[in-house]
């Protein structure tokens, strides 16, 4: 682990946490992801059910998120001898390749760094959870779901390219957005400002909630 590691569990809008492991393709450390968006997500572990179907999906939108400048890394406290078998299992009984590197976490390392590891759901399987990580090595987003459920790939997709419009726009989204759809303007700050808010050709509901098309 690296020396400056963050400790505890991890924060949004700081670093995430560093990491140098063992992957299903090579070494990998943070550093490797600089200047590129990451989505890092953790699974119980390897030849399991509901593992296998978000591998699937995962997979299937690795062109998307390779679209969006973004890679995909996925984790397990299983040894990278299981995670090979697992993805030519994969391979042969779904004919789905995974094309994305998994980290072999035996130390559990990374997992604690990152809250991955929760003893009320296990002591030795990371829960399902999903770290977005921006260019500049920042945590932007962590969602975490239990064990017996799914995630949705493809929230992770609309939730990496809503950061990316909110970065490049200086804009929020609204609920479900996708792109093409009306952005949300941030609020005036000062009394003045607002007053001028229904004047400035924005599509206007009040002087807190005003939208625009980009």
Excluded at 38 to 48: N, Y
Excluded at 92 to 102: D, L, N, Q
Excluded at 200 to 211: L, R
Aim: charged fraction near 20%.
């Amino acid at each position: 682990m690296s020396t400056d590691t963050p400790i505890g569990f991890p924060r949004l809008n700081e670093p995430a946490p560093g990491f140098d492991a063992p992957t299903t393709h090579g070494r990998r450390t943070l550093a490797d992801y600089k200047g590129k968006w990451l989505v890092l997500f953790s699974h119980p572990a390897d030849f399991t059910p509901v593992c296998t179907t978000e591998f699937i999906a995962f997979a299937r939108a690795h062109d998307r998120f390779q679209a969006l400048d973004c890679e995909l890394l996925g984790l397990s406290i299983d040894s990278h001898y299981a995670h090979i078998a697992w993805v030519r299992n994969i391979e042969e009984k779904f004919g789905v390749r995974v094309p994305f590197p998994i980290i072999a976490d035996l130390s559990m390392d990374v997992a604690r760094a990152y809250g991955m590891v929760q003893p009320a759901a296990s002591d030795t399987s990371a829960v399902r959870a999903t770290f977005v990580i921006d260019p500049d090595g920042v945590l932007r987003a962590m969602v975490y779901y239990p064990m017996t459920n799914g995630r949705s790939i493809e929230e992770f997709v609309r939730l990496v390219t809503a950061l990316q419009t909110s970065d490049k726009n200086k804009v929020a989204t609204p609920e479900a957005w996708q792109p093409g759809e009306p952005v949300i303007v941030p609020p005036p700050a000062t009394v003045d400002a607002a007053e001028k808010r229904a004047s400035e050709g924005y599509d206007y509901t009040d002087w807190y909630f005003s939208k625009k098309a980009l």
